[in-house]
């Protein structure tokens, strides 16, 4: 099973600054198969990114997605305030388990 | 648009049975892979499995945590997914989200969510 590591575990930042978290696996990634998703409390998850870079429709393009093999990055280029959310890396590269990350929060200061 | 509506979580004891469903609009539904994920309160995210469309056979898979006690099966007359989860635990107190899926077989990010129903196991 890969185990993917997210970090921080929490990220205070203010509006206009920009958000790097990291999603690092236990072994590389097949084909770079890495998602991200934003979960804003009391709500379901939203995918964000697909195939470690692909944004998903409707998804705004200050988020943006990157890295390769095992070490991948999620970057929101400027915070505004409903960025506040917790932020999940999954792996779908690896079968036969999909696995995620155990979550970034980030909280708008 | 793609609509996901999953219904009949709730509260049951350790050791017994309940069904969840899925109820999907927006999609083809025979041909498309239905996933199921779960979070217990204040955790992450865990997937608990899926059931490919027709083309696949309908076949499913399932997490180790799961396997032999969950069941994920379909009606395409009636665009409903179902988990059927027996021998319950404690552990399996979540909300249970319903998704759909991209990429391919086996290879499957979660594409649209439902909003979740919580099953909570207690006695």
């Known amino acids: 099973e890969t185990v993917l590591t997210q970090s921080p575990g929490t990220l205070s930042l203010s509006p206009g600054e920009r958000a790097s978290l990291s999603c690092r696996a236990s072994?590389?990634?097949?084909?770079?198969?890495l998602a991200w998703y934003q979960q804003i409390p009391g709500q379901a998850p939203r995918l964000l990114i697909y195939?470690?870079?692909n944004r998903a429709t409707g998804v705004a393009d200050r988020f943006s997605g990157s890295g390769s093999g095992a070490d991948f990055t999620l970057t929101i280029s400027r915070l505004e305030p409903e960025d506040s959310a917790v932020y999940y890396c999954q792996q779908y590269g690896n079968t036969p388990t999909l696995t995620f990350g155990g979550g970034t929060k980030v909280q708008i200061k | 648009e793609v609509q996901l509506v999953e219904s009949g979580g709730g509260l049951v004891q350790p050791g017994r049975s309940l069904r969840v469903s899925c109820t999907a609009s927006?999609?083809?539904?025979?041909?498309?892979?239905m996933n199921w994920v779960r979070q217990a309160p204040g955790k992450g995210l865990e997937w608990v499995g899926f059931?490919?469309?027709?083309?696949?056979?309908?076949?499913?898979e399932y997490a180790a945590s799961v396997e032999g006690r969950f069941t994920i099966s379909k009606d395409d007359s009636k665009t409903i997914a179902y988990l059927q989860m027996n021998s319950l635990k404690i552990e399996d107190t979540a909300i249970y989200y319903c998704?759909?899926?991209?990429?391919?077989?086996?290879?499957?990010?979660?594409?649209?969510w439902g909003q979740g129903t919580l099953v909570t196991v207690s006695s």
């Open positions: 927006g999609i083809t539904f025979r041909y498309n892979t």
């Open positions: 059931i490919r469309g027709e083309a696949y056979g309908d076949t499913s």
């Open positions: 998704t759909t899926v991209g990429g391919h077989n086996w290879h499957y990010y979660f594409d649209s």
């Open positions: 072994q590389n990634v097949g084909n770079n198969y």
């Open positions: 195939a470690a870079s």
